[in-house]
C-alpha cells in the first residue's frame, strides 16, 4: 500500500458542473501526478507536481486545472465537466531523486452524463 | 515524438504456460523502462529497467532490456491464474517524464 487515498471514488454528475477530485498522501513525497485512463489510450498525463504550488501541465491538460497547497493534497479540477471527460483517473507519487518509480492510488471512476 | 508499442494487446494462454510480452519504444533521452500490473484497480510497480542485458527476476517473472534495439521483453511461466492483468509498460525520458503504452491483457485460464 503506497499511502494514496483518492476520493471519491466513484462520482456520476452532469455536463457543465464543477468537479473536483482529491489525491492523498502520507509518504511526504514531492512529486505529485494525476493521469486519466481510457480505453485504447493507456495511462495519459494531466498535470503533476513537483512541490507545493509548482505544477505543471501533461499530454491532455486542456479543461484541467490543480492545485497543490499542502504537501500531502493534490486536487484536479474540472471547471465545466464534459462527455468527453467521463474516464477513470488516477493519482500516482514519487520520491525524489532520479529513478525512483511512480506508485498508483486506487483510482476515481467518474462518468459524465 | 515519444511513443510506446506494446505487443500483443491482448493474450488468452492455459494454466502453466509460458507467455512472452513486448514492449518497444521511442522516447527521448532514454533513463529508464518500468513495467507495472494493473489488476482491477492501481497499477503496481514490478520492475525497472536501466541497463541493457541485465535481467530483472522476481519469482516467474522476468525482464530484460535492449537499448540499442529499443525493446524489453517481460517473461511469465507457469502462468497462474493470479496473473491475469493489464501489463504495462513505460519507458522514461526527458525531465523523468514517463510514456505509458497500451498495455497487453493477459488472461489465464484454468
Known amino acids: 500500500d503506497a499511502g494514496i487515498t483518492q476520493s471519491p471514488r466513484h462520482k456520476v454528475t452532469e455536463t457543465g458542473t464543477p468537479v473536483t477530485l482529491r489525491c492523498h498522501q502520507t509518504?511526504?513525497?514531492?512529486?505529485m501526478y494525476w493521469y486519466r485512463q481510457d480505453p485504447g489510450h493507456g495511462l495519459r498525463l494531466i498535470h503533476y507536481s513537483y512541490g507545493v504550488k509548482d505544477t505543471d501541465k501533461g499530454e491532455v491538460s486542456d479543461g484541467y486545472s490543480v492545485s497543490r497547497s499542502k504537501t500531502e493534497d493534490f486536487l484536479l479540477t474540472l471547471e465545466s465537466a464534459t462527455s468527453s471527460q467521463t474516464s477513470v483517473y488516477f493519482c500516482?507519487?514519487?520520491?525524489?531523486?532520479?529513478?525512483?518509480?511512480?506508485?498508483f492510488g486506487d483510482g476515481t471512476r467518474l462518468s459524465i452524463l | 515524438e515519444d511513443k510506446v508499442v506494446q505487443s500483443p494487446l491482448s493474450l488468452v494462454v492455459h494454466e502453466g504456460d509460458t507467455v512472452t510480452l513486448n514492449c518497444s519504444y521511442e522516447v527521448t533521452n532514454f533513463r529508464s523502462l518500468l513495467w507495472y500490473k494493473q489488476e482491477k484497480k492501481a497499477p503496481t510497480f514490478l520492475f525497472m529497467l536501466t541497463s541493457s542485458g541485465i535481467e530483472k527476476k522476481s519469482g516467474r517473472l522476468s525482464s530484460i532490456l535492449d537499448k540499442k534495439e529499443l525493446f524489453s521483453i517481460l517473461n511469465i511461466t507457469a502462468t497462474q491464474t493470479g496473473d491475469s492483468a493489464i501489463y504495462l509498460c513505460?519507458?522514461?525520458?526527458?525531465?523523468?517524464?514517463?510514456?505509458f503504452g497500451p498495455g497487453t491483457s493477459l488472461s489465464v485460464i484454468p
Open positions: 509518504e511526504n513525497h514531492r512529486y
Open positions: 513505460a519507458p522514461r525520458g526527458t525531465y523523468d517524464k514517463v510514456i
Open positions: 500516482a507519487i514519487k520520491a525524489g531523486g532520479e529513478g525512483q518509480p511512480q506508485h
